[in-house]
């Protein structure tokens, strides 16, 4: 399987993935979905492991999560700073069998399928091998992801596709990851399926310190080395990059982007 070529390994995208959880709302999503005390928790694609964190939190008491990660970076960042007796992180490659880690009440897998347009069905499939029957899945993705604007130029409009277009033929990147969850879920025969749609971007009125500089993390992260050329403007990414953060900047601009969450239960007979 391919690997994702342009995922950004940067530690800025670590400090980025970081500084933007919301540890509230993850813990607000996972007991939505049946996250519950004592529950066995792993974290597919963990990051920088504050997710782990706060989903070993809401198993509390006596839960235990396990994150695991394919970057050896993000991991030794998260055991350093989050590892404790209910949290543990593992640097391996999630399409390797992770029958070793042994069996899990609740398997949680966030902003992962949207890097891997090809693969997802696939890796959702697999990951499913580590719940427990009867155990609970439940992945979260964005949808329509960075896409939703208003206020800004036609220009600015087409670059924005241009740019996922791009990342999709290229890049292997889904920006429609959560509408196929549900799909998914179903295809996986699992039971009890419940949805959610919640915002995860909604940026009005005047520009937030943190949506400042996590919009603009962005745009220097992935708009410009998705490899897009930027062919509309005439000095290229500089250009697309003035632009945008004029439009970004004025508090007329409306900016908004869906999170899709499914859970399912694991058929006791899968
Ligand atoms: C966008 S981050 C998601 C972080 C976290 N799940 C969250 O909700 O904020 C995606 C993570 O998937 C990891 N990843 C990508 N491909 C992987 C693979 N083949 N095996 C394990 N981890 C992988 C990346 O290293 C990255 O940390």
């Known amino acids: 399987m391919s690997d994702q070529p342009y995922f950004p390994e ?16 993850v813990i607000d999503q996972a007991r939505w979905a049946g996250l ?32 695991i ?7 030794a960042h998260a055991k350093g700073k989050y590892a404790s007796e209910s949290v543990e992180f593992s640097c391996r490659n999630f399409f390797d069998s ?3 880690l042994g069996q899990f009440d609740f398997v949680w897998m966030r902003f992962v399928a949207e890097y891997f347009l090809k693969e997802s069905g696939l890796l959702i ?9 009867g155990g609970i899945l439940c992945l979260a993705d964005l949808d329509h992801n960075c896409m939703n604007h208003h206020g800004h130029s036609e ?12 990342q999709m033929t290229n890049n292997n990147f889904d920006p429609y990851a959560g509408r196929r969850l549900p799909t998914r879920m179903h295809e996986l025969g699992c039971e009890d399926i419940r949805v959610d749609v ?73």
């Open 98 to 100: 992770l029958e070793d």
């Open 125 to 133: 499939k697999h990951v499913t091998q580590s719940i427990k029957p």
């Open 36 to 67: 519950s005390p004592g529950m066995r928790v792993l974290d597919v694609g963990c990051g920088p492991g504050i997710t782990t964190c706060a989903l070993a939190e809401a198993a509390a008491p006596g839960g235990r999560a396990v994150g």
């Open 198 to 270: 919640r915002m995860h971007h909604l940026v009005y009125g005047e520009l937030s310190e943190f949506n400042r500089w996590n919009w603009w993390q962005k745009i220097e992260l992935a708009a410009k080395r998705s490899g897009w050329t930027f062919e509309d403007y005439e000095d290229g990414f500089a250009g697309f990059e003035r632009e945008f953060v004029e439009y970004f900047n004025n508090p007329q601009r409306f900016v908004y982007t869906p999170l899709v969450i499914v859970r399912g239960v694991r058929p006791a007979n899968a």
């Open 155 to 166: 220009r600015l409009e087409k670059t924005f596709r241009k740019i996922t277009e791009y």
């Open 69 to 75: 990660d394919r970057s050896d970076v993000r991991i």
């Open 10 to 25: 940067s530690k800025d995208e670590l400090t980025r993935l970081e500084f933007k959880t919301d540890r509230a709302s």
